[in-house]
């Protein structure tokens, strides 16, 4: 049975084109992008779920009083396509109560740096400026902390001397389409189990 996917993007959205064309070419089995959901009405991810014929709904958190207002408007849409799996990928907005109570365990986001390090925004320009040699890419779920959720997997990243935000970023997203797409896969197949923060693959 083929699981059906939201993804939650507000900017760019490589990641999001990144899952639909692994989709598209088999390397991602057993699931389907039903939905984006996009904050931001002007992102480019939306001309990118157009091209790709994934419906898409954008919304202007502004226009509702309040999180749990717009939350619960998206989970209604979300249990309305019968949405398995919640993929953050690019979201800039912490997920709340509304969201988290009724995906609980079902929400994943992708986050640009080996976490606990550098949380929040600009992971990048946070490790440039440390001067940390190692950084990487992090896959967790999602709790109600900022990128304080179990981590389910994590490849590193060397910064090389001399990177800039620009050349360091295009390696890391190089890597978090590969990892996302891998993770995403191992839930869709239900090989990832968790109890507390321990986080195991099944099988």
Do not use: W
Not at 7 to 14: H, K, L, P, R, T
Not at 84 to 106: F, N
Not at 116 to 124: L, Q, R
Not at 156 to 171: C, F, K, Y
């Amino acid at each position: 049975m083929v699981k059906k996917l939201a993804v939650f993007a507000s900017g760019n959205g490589s990641n999001f084109e990144a899952i639909a064309t692994a989709i598209a070419d088999g390397r991602l089995q057993g699931a389907e992008i039903a939905l984006l959901i996009c904050d931001k009405p002007s992102a480019y991810v939306l001309e990118r779920a157009a091209r790709l014929g994934v419906p898409a709904f954008a919304f202007d958190p502004k226009a509702y009083d309040g999180k749990a207002a717009f939350e619960a408007v998206i989970v209604e849409k979300l249990q309305a396509l019968d949405i398995s799996l919640v993929v953050l990928a690019g979201y800039m907005r912490l997920v709340g109560e509304v969201l988290l109570s009724a995906y609980e365990g079902r929400i994943i986001n992708l986050h640009p740096s080996l976490l606990p390090a550098f949380t929040g925004k600009d992971a990048i320009g946070q490790a440039l400026e440390y001067g940390v040699k190692v950084t990487g890419v992090t896959v967790h779920f999602v709790d109600a902390g900022l990128d304080t959720g179990p981590i389910i997997a994590q490849l590193p990243v060397i910064v090389e001397q001399g990177d800039t935000h620009d050349s360091l970023a295009e390696r890391i997203h190089r890597v978090e389409h590969e990892l996302l797409i891998g993770v995403i896969q191992k839930i869709v197949d239900g090989k990832i189990g968790a109890t507390g923060r321990l986080v195991r693959e099944l099988g």
